[in-house]
C-alpha cells in the first residue's frame, strides 16, 4: 500500500507499513510513523484521517504541488519536528506490543 501511494510510510491503524521492510531500522521514520499513531489517538482514527485528506486537498489547491502539500500538512510538520526525538514510554509501549522487544528511550541505547 505505501509504495501504491508513493509515500515511504503510512499508519492503517492499528498498524503501520512501510514501502521496504528495511525502514524499521530507521529510528525516525518509526518515530515519524509513531506521532501519527498518537494523533490517531489523540483525535480518533476517523477525524485523523478525514482531517488528514482534508488538510492535503486544501494544501494541493493552494500550492498546487503535491510535495509542499504534504510537508506543509500540519500533521506532517509535527511528525516531522518530533522525529528525532527520543522514544518514549508510550512509543516504547507500542512498538512492544507491535512485536519489537527490547526497545529503549534512549536510541544510542536501542536494541531490537
Not at 503501520?16 to 506521532?35: A, G, N
Amino acid at each position: 500500500m505505501p509504495k501504491a501511494l508513493k509515500v515511504n510510510g503510512i499508519v492503517i491503524v492499528p498498524y503501520i507499513l512501510f514501502r521496504d521492510p528495511r525502514e524499521w531500522t530507521k529510528d525516525s521514520w518509526i518515530k515519524h510513523e509513531l506521532v501519527h499513531v498518537h494523533q490517531c489517538s489523540e483525535i480518533g482514527w476517523f477525524r485523523f484521517y478525514l482531517s488528514y485528506v482534508f488538510y492535503w486537498l486544501a494544501g494541493l489547491f493552494r500550492y498546487k504541488d503535491r510535495a509542499d502539500a504534504y510537508f506543509k500538512h500540519p500533521y506532517e510538520i509535527e511528525a516531522f519536528e518530533k522525529q528525532s526525538e527520543d522514544f518514549n514510554e508510550l512509543d516504547i509501549k507500542i512498538l512492544e506490543l507491535s512485536g519489537v522487544r527490547n526497545v529503549k528511550s534512549k536510541r544510542n541505547n536501542r536494541r531490537t
